[in-house]
């Protein structure tokens, strides 16, 4: 069961990781300078006024490499 990061999955600051257990956390990078940003919300978050769209999608990004390695899961 995964949970959809809403804007997370778009962020410019987000660092996502995906654990050996297929665990996914998204990291706000925002939080190391900011207190107050979490440093791991709770998702799916809607609204963030720290949000800058990156331009190229981190979930897209890591997706489309799993897909070339054969690890994509639908």
């Given at each position: 069961m995964s949970s959809l990061?809403?804007?997370c999955g778009?962020?410019?600051h987000?660092?996502?990781t995906v654990t050996k257990r297929d665990s996914v956390f998204y990291l706000c990078?925002?939080?190391q300078t900011d207190p107050?940003?979490?440093k791991y919300p709770p998702l799916p978050v809607l609204r963030c006024r720290g949000y800058e769209a990156h331009e190229e999608s981190p979930e897209r990004d890591n997706t489309a490499?799993?897909?070339r390695e054969g690890k994509h899961r639908p």
């Open positions: 990061p809403g804007l778009t962020c410019q987000v660092k996502r990078r925002r939080a107050t940003f979490r490499a799993a897909s």
